[in-house]
């Protein structure tokens, strides 16, 4: 089922983003996670796109056992920044072969090394030319991500906001937030849409903080603001990661009752393949999801 069709009925979806393992893992070890995350019922499942090599074809194989094999809906991510327009035809094929039905179009992060060569001329320089070519490609649901405090490379927010138009307007679907620990900001960003007119809907990511290094990982990549409830259970239980775990998991839950509760569009949790993480926070909103959510997981 393509996620712009679940999205149209206007009730939340609830859905998980996993990453392929690392090369020193088997692939295997993957569908053992996906085995404790299907018991949960989740809408559906996004795969992310790794820097290249093995970890780009394994999105592709992962996300398409997702819903051959497991029944569940799934989404593969796609970076364009590396890629030639050649090798992109041919993931896209190998997509479509697959029967995945979902694609979330991104530029991805750009190597050190390729910013450093004045030569580097990239066949893909925004995520905008990559939804040009998915489209052409086949009738993909094409998710796009969005970034509610601004993308890190961009000069400010107006002209981020302007860029995030553009790519919708190339004909994106629907949009998967940045993670983000202050919900007050989501909902100022959702203002600035509606003033932009961006109408698509927004799926709002959620990272369970579950230790500290992870923290610190997060505040490097996307700059996201802390709020001082969140700096206030850092500060608390820095040196206890059993009780920094445990309210990781319900800083989270509260984070996803009061989007849900205000009518966002869509929550992601990023589980980072942690399945015990994701199943305490979904046991503590199971309530509010029966009651304002998708009855049952459609594919
Ligand atoms: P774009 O939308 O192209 O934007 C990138 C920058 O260029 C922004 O600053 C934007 O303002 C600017 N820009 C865009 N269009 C224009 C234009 N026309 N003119 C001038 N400037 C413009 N990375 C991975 O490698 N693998 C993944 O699986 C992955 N999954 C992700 C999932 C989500 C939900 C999110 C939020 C991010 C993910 N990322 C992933 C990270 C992402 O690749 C990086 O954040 C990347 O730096 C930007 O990608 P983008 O698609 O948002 O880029």
């Known amino acids: 089922m393509k996620i712009r069709d679940m999205l149209e009925k206007g009730e939340p979806t609830v859905s998980f983003e996993i990453f392929p393992p690392k090369s020193s893992y088997s692939l295997e070890t993957v569908f053992d ?19 290249g090599g093995t970890a780009q074809s394994n999105t592709v194989e992962i996300a398409s056992r997702i819903k051959k094999d497991f029944g569940i809906e799934s989404i593969a991510h796609l970076t364009g920044c590396t890629s030639t327009k050649e090798g992109m035809k041919r993931t896209l094929a190998s997509i479509k072969d697959s029967g995945i039905e979902n694609i979330l179009a991104l530029r991805g992060d750009i190597p050190q090394e390729k910013l450093a060569d004045k030569n580097w001329k990239p066949e893909y320089r925004y995520a905008s030319e990559l939804i040009d070519d998915i489209k052409a490609a086949g009738d993909f649901s094409i998710g796009a991500a969005c970034y509610p405090e601004g993308h890190v490379d961009s000069i400010n927010k107006v002209d981020d906001l302007k860029n995030l138009k553009k790519k919708m307007d190339h004909g994106a679907d629907f949009m998967i937030t940045q993670l983000f620990y202050d919900n007050d900001l989501f909902y100022q960003f959702k203002e600035k849409l509606d003033l932009v007119g961006i109408e698509q809907p927004v799926i709002a990511g959620i990272l369970p903080v579950l230790n500290i290094k992870q923290v610190k990982r997060i505040q490097e990549i996307s700059g996201c603001n802390l709020p001082p409830k969140f700096l206030r259970i850092l500060e608390r239980y820095e040196h206890d990661p059993a009780s920094l775990q445990e309210a990781g998991i319900a800083y989270a839950v509260d ?36 009651a304002v959510c998708r009855k049952e997981p459609q594919r």
């Open 33 to 51: 996670t996906l085995t404790e995350l299907k018991g949960l019922h989740p809408d559906f499942i996004s795969v992310t796109y790794g820097a």
């Open 255 to 290: 984070q996803i009752i009061d989007l849900l509760s205000s009518g966002v569009d869509g929550v992601h949790i990023y589980t980072m393949n942690k399945p015990d993480a994701t199943r305490r926070i979904m046991e503590n909103i199971s309530c509010v999801r029966k």
